[in-house]
């Protein structure tokens, strides 16, 4: 059985249900899906189980006032830090998929199943381009950092090494000093100890955004990952339910929305400031295509 785990909030809770009906749409394999939700109204949650009602989902309330603390940064919210407790909320599961809910899954999720090493309790896609961290997280300045978007991540592993106490102490006591919130502890405590997975599988936005050269990888390797991205991570703070944002499959993730939550996007950024960001983000998109 596929073990697959999501956490949103409020905010992200319906956009959390277009990724899981990517997920199922493009799976065949026997899956089972955990949805950690804190603060979300019993009506989202009855519509989302009255959707999914054939399908193996399991919604979980969980109560997030234990990072009250906790400043975030960007777009980052305070559910995010709930993924650092996973192997102790799942005491249950061995292994798992963790999946962010600003993604858009195009290929069998059983193919990034099969990918798990049990030389690794952390699994994951390299970061190109963000070294923000790395001398907070004890790393040199060229060392790679990866995302936690998607991670394949070995709970049974993670629990004998004690990493949640790890990861609490290190948020703790160095939070306050990171860009990158728990994706930052995550890369202290695994740093240089993480297995690679290959970039189609958490194909972030600066794949959009920047050259071939700046990302360190071939311009045909970039060309494929852009046309054929197994699985689209819609990072920064554009998002494709904003205005401003002109993701290249921005309307494929429109078309999921809609399936799943019978409504159409209703845009709240629709402001002059909003256009322009729009086409900065369309022109830079189309200027670094070919680069």
């Known amino acids: 059985m596929i073990e697959v785990v999501l956490i949103t909030d409020k905010n992200y809770f ?47 309330k969980f109560d997030d006032s234990c990072f009250k603390e906790i400043k975030t940064k960007k777009h980052v919210s305070r ?9 102790n909320i799942l005491v249950d599961k061995e292994r798992i998929i963790f999946l962010d809910s600003d993604l858009l899954v195009r290929r069998d999720i059983s ?17 190109p381009g963000y070294d923000y961290d790395n001398k907070i997280c004890n790393l040199d300045e060229n060392d790679e950092t990866f995302n936690t978007g998607v991670m394949l991540m070995n709970l049974k592993k993670m629990r004998d090494g004690n ?8 948020i703790d006591e160095k939070n306050h000093l990171t860009k990158l919130n728990d994706q930052a502890a995550f890369n202290a405590i695994f740093a240089n100890s993480w ?8 194909v972030q936005f600066q794949f959009y955004w920047k050259k071939s050269g700046d990302l360190k990888i071939r311009l045909c390797e970039k060309k494929e990952l852009l046309k054929n991205p197994f699985i689209l991570h819609f990072t920064s703070h554009s998002k494709p339910w904003m205005f401003r944002n002109a993701h290249p499959f921005k309307y494929a993730f429109k078309e999921n929305y809609f399936e799943v939550n019978n409504e159409l996007l209703n845009y709240n950024d629709i402001i002059f400031i909003s256009a ?11 200027w670094f295509r070919n680069k």
């Not at 799976?27 to 949805?35: L, P, W």
């Open 14 to 60: 319906k956009f959390s249900l277009t990724t899981i009906h990517s997920l199922l749409k493009s799976t065949r394999s026997e899956i089972s899906i955990t949805c950690i939700i804190t603060d979300v109204s019993s009506q989202d949650v009855l519509k989302a189980e009255t959707f999914f009602r054939k399908e193996k989902i399991k919604i979980l």
């Open 79 to 87: 559910a995010a830090y709930i993924k650092i407790l996973l192997p």
């Open 111 to 127: 193919a990034l199943w099969d990918e798990f090493n049990e030389n690794y309790m952390i699994q994951a896609v390299w970061n």
């Open 163 to 170: 990493i949640t106490k790890k990861l609490s102490r290190f």
């Open 195 to 202: 297995g690679r997975l290959d970039l189609k599988w958490n």
């Open 276 to 286: 322009l960001q729009k086409l900065k983000e369309f022109v830079r998109i189309c």
